[in-house]
């Protein structure tokens, strides 16, 4: 099973910190390293933890977070009070991912997540990737979380249920749900569009190769 992404959260309000802190745990797929009220002290986290990604606070006691993040590579969400335009761009040059505006609801947070655990499913770092599965990351970071649920039909439900944690064909999950290899195919390429699944190529001696799916992360 892969390791979760881990999440440093950038935040001089102890409680919206630990208000985030608490959503990110509860995310599939990512853990929550620690809260930072600084930029002091959110240096020291990215030295000890080496996060996955910065939720960061634009209005830091000791300096602007929008700067903090053009000076990491590190993936990261801003999280502001400014609802500006030239605020949301300026984020946006300095490589913030995303953008949220306080205040915000927890679904809303909690859907930028999932779409940043399935762009980051999508570009591994340690395999090649293609032209595809560029535009399907981008489109699902930029789309958000709500991707995710849309479309999601009873025939959808009963083939994740049959894959479960395990690598299997079209065929073998047609087999288990009952339905004809056909369907199963339909509906686990419409999943992995939405990054749901994974999609692996596994290479015989002979012939194409076999197309494998697997829920992310394990």
């Given amino acids: 099973m892969n390791d979760p992404l881990r999440v440093l959260i950038v935040d001089d309000d102890f409680r919206v910190a630990g208000l985030h802190r608490d959503i990110v745990d509860a995310r599939p797929g990512l853990r929550a390293v620690g809260t930072a009220p600084t930029l002091a002290a959110a240096l020291r986290g990215v030295q000890e933890h080496a996060p996955d ?3 960061v606070d634009a209005y830091l006691p000791d300096g602007d977070g929008v700067k903090f993040i053009a000076s990491q590579q590190i993936d990261a969400i801003l999280i502001s009070a400014a609802t500006d335009g030239s605020t ?35 570009l591994p770092e340690d395999r090649s990737t293609n032209q595809e599965q560029i535009d399907r990351a981008l489109a699902i970071l930029h789309g958000g979380g709500d991707s995710a649920s849309v479309g999601r039909s009873a025939t959808e439900t009963l083939i994740l249920s049959h894959l479960g944690g395990d690598e299997a064909s079209a065929a073998e999950i047609a087999e288990r749900a009952g339905v004809s290899r056909a369907t199963a195919q339909r509906h686990l390429a ?29």
């Fill in 88 to 122: 949301v761009r300026r984020a946006l040059r300095a490589g913030a991912l995303s953008v949220l505006t306080k205040p915000f609801e927890a679904r809303v947070l909690e859907a930028r997540l999932d779409a940043y655990a399935r762009f980051r499913n999508l």
């Fill in 190 to 218: 419409a999943l992995a569009t939405r990054g749901l699944i994974e999609v692996r190529l596994r290479y015989g001696s002979t012939g194409r190769p076999e197309h494998r799916y697997i829920r992310p992360g394990t």
């Fill in 53 to 55: 990604l910065l939720l």
